[in-house]
């Protein structure tokens, strides 16, 4: 029999209606599905659904391998184990139980990710053929109310450009916090994630957990849509051990941000470290280590130790260590995870006012620039005076700090004369202030001379230092002396 019957009374009239069959039943009209529809949007055991054409390959979120988690699209699923081509297709849906660890995989042209836990899974045959086509649009037999207009399906949210950044949320997931608090720590990151605005053109976030070992729960590129990343959050499970904040704060930095796990060029990097009570290693050093690989640091603490704890803690002024800066832009204190919902907003201002992200390293504030000026006596003093200004004028552009860019000056004649080393100031307007007020020496030209003394005298206390060194050499005229040798040994001395 290939229809179900009914028996409706009407007028006295008794007539057998037909009604559609299941989906998944033999002889049934599959459902026609969008691009985007996942797995947990099919809510049976065994469904047959229809796949629209041309959906762009590039824009599946597809996580794992035969075995697909419930979050991945069914479509990129169909087309990535090839099931069905890009024109689209019948697709059976058999929904399976959760897992942890879905591997990643490239096949037909769909880039699979890697998924560390979720709750349901699924996998997807050859469905059966039916008369309907595969339009890339969902088709539904219902006819739509008078009146009522049929919604749209929704486009990827552009997300708050105004706050684009790439967070990485290191929540505690030890034995300090144990599992209730664990689970109001994930409520409180997720009421974060979405006042933050996420989108494909604004923040990307992705979340580790620092225990006894850390572990990646999810990367910057899995998700692009704060609902999706708010069930990923969720579906993260408490670990338990010891704090290793130190340890999971140095993973995240040298393995979490890379372009292969969805870094954008030119967007600040974030880690959120989230502790409750005291970590059980050393964060200073993790912190500096971010710092080394581009990554602002920002501590939230909960919960500090009382009086009679302080002695299980390695270092009582672990948040102000760990971060570059002690000067509360940094760090941010709770005092328990109840009643959080007030500090959500000052966090995500911070963590979009991206002017004060100074403390990771980039060409503005990881560098070291040695201005030998010329200071001869074809130069004069009016156009000394203009090359002074035309230094400071650079100065301004570098975000110059005892962690930061640094700079130095010489003037040069016949003799050297060092106006200021690196290490003499370490904010901008002293600098500013002591360039304006070098004085004009007046003499010969021997520029090779200079660049030797300055290589020798002001770069070399600096040999150890992380940042890049420059030597920016400004002169109006023919050197006395040779000009081409000192210049390659200075090349040498700093590779």
């Not at 998944?24 to 947990?40: F, K, N, Q, W």
């Not at 684009?164 to 997931?173: E, R, S, T």
């Not at 552009?397 to 000056?409: L, N, P, R, V």
Request: charged fraction near 20%; aromatic fraction near 10%.
């Amino acid at each position: 029999m290939s229809a179900a019957w009914l028996p409706a009374l009407c007028l006295g009239v008794c007539l057998l209606l037909p009604l559609p069959e299941p989906a998944g039943s033999e002889g049934a009209v599959p459902l026609a599905i969008t691009c985007t529809t996942r797995g947990l949007d099919i809510r049976k055991e065994k469904a047959d659904v229809l796949c629209p054409a041309g959906c762009p390959l590039e824009e599946f979120s597809v996580f794992g391998n035969i075995v697909y988690a419930a979050v991945s699209s069914i479509c990129g699923a169909a087309i990535h184990r090839g099931v069905i081509g890009t024109s689209g297709g019948p697709v059976r849906v058999y929904s399976l139980p959760g897992r942890e660890n879905y591997s990643s995989a490239d096949a037909n042209g769909v880039r699979s990710q890697t998924l560390s836990r979720w709750s349901a899974s699924f996998t997807v045959t050859k469905g059966k053929s039916s008369t309907q086509e595969a339009t890339g649009r969902a088709v539904s037999t219902a006819r739509p109310p008078a009146g009522k207009r049929l919604k749209k399906t929704p486009e990827k949210k552009t997300g708050n450009k105004d706050c684009k950044a790439d967070i990485a949320f290191l929540i505690d997931g030890s034995f300090n916090i144990g599992q209730r608090r664990f689970n109001l720590q994930k409520n409180f990151v997720g009421k974060v994630a979405l006042m933050l605005g996420i989108g494909t053109e604004g923040p990307h976030v992705g979340l580790v957990q620092a225990s006894e070992h850390p572990k990646i729960e999810f990367y910057l590129k899995n998700f692009t849509t704060a609902k999706d990343v708010l069930f990923a959050i969720k579906e993260v499970g408490f670990r338990g051990g010891n704090s290793n904040t130190g340890k999971a704060l140095k993973h995240t930095a040298q393995k979490f941000f890379t372009a292969d796990t969805g870094v954008r060029k030119g967007i600040p990097k974030v880690v959120v470290v989230f502790i409750d009570g005291w970590p059980s290693d050393d964060i200073e050093e993790a912190g500096i280590v971010a710092r080394e690989f581009g990554v602002n640091v920002f501590i939230v603490s909960v919960a500090k130790p009382i009086p009679e704890e302080l002695g299980m803690v390695q270092d009582v002024a672990f948040v102000d260590k760990a971060v570059c800066r002690n000067n509360g832009f940094f760090s941010y204190h709770m005092p328990n995870w109840f009643g959080t919902t007030k500090y959500v907003k000052p966090l995500v201002q911070k963590l979009c006012t991206h002017e004060q992200m100074m403390c990771s390293k980039t060409c503005y504030n990881s560098v070291n620039i040695a201005f030998l000026i010329d200071g001869s006596s074809s130069v004069g003093e009016s156009n000394f005076r203009l090359m002074l200004e035309f230094v400071s004028n650079i100065a301004k552009t570098f975000e110059i700090s005892d962690i930061g860019a640094k700079i130095a000056a010489v003037q040069f004649t016949y003799d050297q004369r060092t106006e200021f080393s690196f290490t003499d100031y370490s904010t901008k307007e002293n600098v500013l202030a002591v360039i304006r007020n070098i004085r004009y020496m007046s003499g010969g030209t021997a520029t090779g001379d200079a660049i030797s003394f300055t290589v020798r005298n002001v770069f070399g206390p600096v040999r150890d230092s992380p940042n890049k060194n420059f030597l920016v050499i400004i002169t109006d005229g023919q050197s006395y002396d040779d000009v081409r040798g000192p210049a390659a040994a200075a090349h040498d001395a700093a590779k």
